[in-house]
């Protein structure tokens, strides 16, 4: 297959989708943000380094034409805008393009929808600037894309775990959770078939160019400790009022607890003919720990 498949951001889902198109006999092309981070990825997979943190020339030994380009590296950590996606776009050559580009973004975007279900339709109201940062980087895409006529797809994804990602720290240190009953909604979903849907964003060609990116059952926060808990024989963790809570956590975790949503997933499977491997947080954390 001549299709080539660039990863910009290697981290724990970039390594994974590398390593799935592969085997789905794509050309891999790794992007990594540091030279460290490239060296640990180059004994792999052809890898090269950009610094998204300043306007940088994109490697000129790329051959952007017809390529299918991931972009998964977040946004600065301060601010409304995603410089790091911009200077991305500027450094592409435009006598060079690609054939698409598939955006990893948040479902943070769409704020506190007090618990409602909701799909691609729903206007995004982001609370935070962590979420503003995201919003910034899907309309950089979107605008960028439009004026040059190259695809773009946006997965607006929840909380990602599995393997290697899961809480078992904060469970060890036996830090207490909210109560269930305070807890708003939240979704997940499992790296396998976050992997799963970007392989078949590659050959999507439908109208669709958001898609949210979720299990589709929803659960409080709270209730995913207790799961990966019981999953690891590990105590449970101590529940505590939402008063007490404020007192003791952290504005960031706070922040999170301030979005109440259920995501709405049947985009995904009607377009994307995704079939979930993991549906439920049970099935996601058998033989994952």
């Known amino acids: 297959m001549d299709t080539r498949i660039i990863i910009t951001g290697c981290g724990y889902v970039g390594k ?27 004994n792999e997979f052809e890898s090269y380094d950009i610094d998204l943190d300043k306007n940088s020339d994109f490697p000129v030994e790329i051959n952007l ?37 598939i955006l990893i973004s948040t479902t943070g975007v769409y704020g506190d929808c007090k618990g409602e279900w909701v799909d691609e339709t729903r206007m995004p109201e982001p609370l935070t600037e962590r ?11 979107s605008d960028w894309c439009d004026k040059r006529e190259v695809d773009s797809v946006v997965f607006r994804v929840p909380g990602i775990y599995g393997p290697g990602n899961l809480p078992v720290r904060r469970l060890y240190e036996k830090k207490p959770v909210l109560t269930i009953s305070d807890s708003p909604w939240s979704n997940r979903v499992h790296v396998d078939d976050l992997v799963q849907a970007c392989i078949k964003a ?15 059952n929803p659960a409080t926060m709270t209730e995913f400790f207790i799961a990966v808990a019981r999953r690891m024989g590990l105590p449970e963790p101590e529940q505590l009022g939402l008063d007490e809570c404020s007192r003791r956590f952290s504005v960031n975790m706070m ?35």
């Open 16 to 42: 994974k989708l590398a390593s799935e198109c592969r085997k789905n006999d794509y050309k891999v092309i790794a992007i990594t943000r540091t030279e460290t981070s490239r060296r640990q990825l180059e």
């Open 255 to 289: 922040s999170y607890l301030a979005e109440s949503k259920k995501i709405d997933n049947s985009a995904m499977i009607r377009e994307l003919k995704v079939r979930l491997k993991y549906p439920t947080l049970v099935q996601g954390l058998q033989n994952q720990v």
């Open 65 to 101: 034409q017809h390529a299918i380009v991931f972009y998964l590296i977040p946004p600065i950590k301060t601010g409304v805008t995603d410089t790091r996606i911009v200077h991305f776009l500027d450094s592409l050559n435009t006598l060079n393009l690609p054939k698409k580009i």
């Open 131 to 141: 979420a503003r940062r995201r919003l910034s980087a899907e309309t950089s895409l």
């Open 202 to 216: 590659i050959s999507y060609c439908g109208d669709q160019k958001i898609f949210n990116i979720s299990d589709g």
